[in-house]
């Protein structure tokens, strides 16, 4: 199928692709017609190879893609997506002569929305605002998806005041960032599929406190069980937010590797209780000292 789909495109069939998918291991057997995984790590597809893989995945449903280091543009990352969206499978896939007009409705695209479970974007930097938008397009649409690795993605931040000169233009930009980190937020919190999504990756993001707090009402509303914030400079009071999400009934993971907390664990500590769902809590290279550590024993439940 991928064969073909190059074949049409008049595009070069990249041969990474079909050896993955020609190795049996890679194909589920308990439902035929789908591919487990593909692993397209440090890839440098041209865009006829993206719009011939899209067009692909659009056909065949694949439960984990890895994208790592991929050299993906916004445009890629959109044709990539909109192909992981229109996946279906076979008992999704209408058959001739056998479909009311209501069972097709009941059958539509959007109720399925694809069949993808994991997707790796980690160290795309040339993803920048409108990549953004696709991606928390992508998980407000997605049914299926249940992990998703957007580290070293550095999260688009607010445009500095200019001069007055060039008043117009900067109220423009400035709308516009307000809307990603608001869009950041209603993308979690309106999911289709609501709870389904249970592992966020954010790793190295460069994410200011103020959208901390909007990720965290984001994830809190949605229900998403796993969430990584490593290496992401944490101050006080995007501590605060994180401990909101402590506080919770929904967190179960939590990953603040490589940020300083050796002043502000305060708010983290404070946020555990009794009843917590959290059983994984990774606090590596966080420079605290032992006092810290004795202090967070004290408070940690039991």
Not at 16 to 33: F, V, W, Y
Not at 280 to 294: E, F, G, I, Q, V
Request: glycine share 6%; charged share 20%; proline share 5%.
């Amino acid at each position: 199928m991928y064969r073909r789909c190059c074949h049409l495109r008049e595009a070069p069939v990249l041969k990474r692709i079909s050896e993955q998918l020609g190795n049996p291991k890679n194909l589920s057997t308990d439902q035929p017609g789908v591919v487990t995984s593909l692993d397209l790590t440090g890839s440098r597809m041209q865009l006829p190879d993206i719009v011939c893989l899209s067009d692909w995945l659009a056909i065949v449903p694949v439960k984990r893609i890895l994208l790592q280091d991929a050299n993906l543009t916004d445009e890629a990352v959109r044709i990539i997506l909109a192909g992981l969206l229109a996946a279906k499978t076979c008992k999704h896939v209408r058959k001739r002569g056998k479909s009311s007009p209501t069972r097709l409705r009941e059958k539509s695209p959007r109720s399925t929305a694809g069949m993808i479970e994991k997707l790796v974007l980690k160290n795309n930097p040339k993803i920048t605002q409108a990549g953004w938008r696709h991606i928390l397009h992508f998980l407000n649409m997605s049914r299926s998806i249940k992990a998703v690795d957007l580290s070293q993605l550095p999260f688009p931040q607010p445009l500095k005041e200019k001069s007055s000169l060039m008043a117009e233009p900067q109220e423009t930009n400035a709308s516009q960032d307000v809307d990603i980190e608001e869009l950041l937020a209603s993308s979690l919190a309106t999911r289709i599929a609501g709870s389904h999504l249970e592992e966020l990756i954010l790793a190295e993001c460069s994410l200011t406190s103020g959208q901390i707090g909007s990720l965290v009402d984001g994830v809190t509303a949605c229900g998403l069980a796993r969430l990584g914030l490593a290496n992401n400079r944490l101050t006080l009071e995007g501590m605060a937010h994180v401990a909101r999400y402590v506080a919770s009934d929904v967190c179960k993971g939590l990953d603040l590797a490589g940020n300083n907390l050796t002043e502000i664990l305060g708010p983290m500590l404070k946020a555990f209780h009794a009843n917590s769902p959290l059983w994984m809590l990774s606090l590596a290279d966080c420079n605290l000292s032992r006092l810290a550590w004795h202090h967070s024993s004290r408070h940690s439940p039991d």
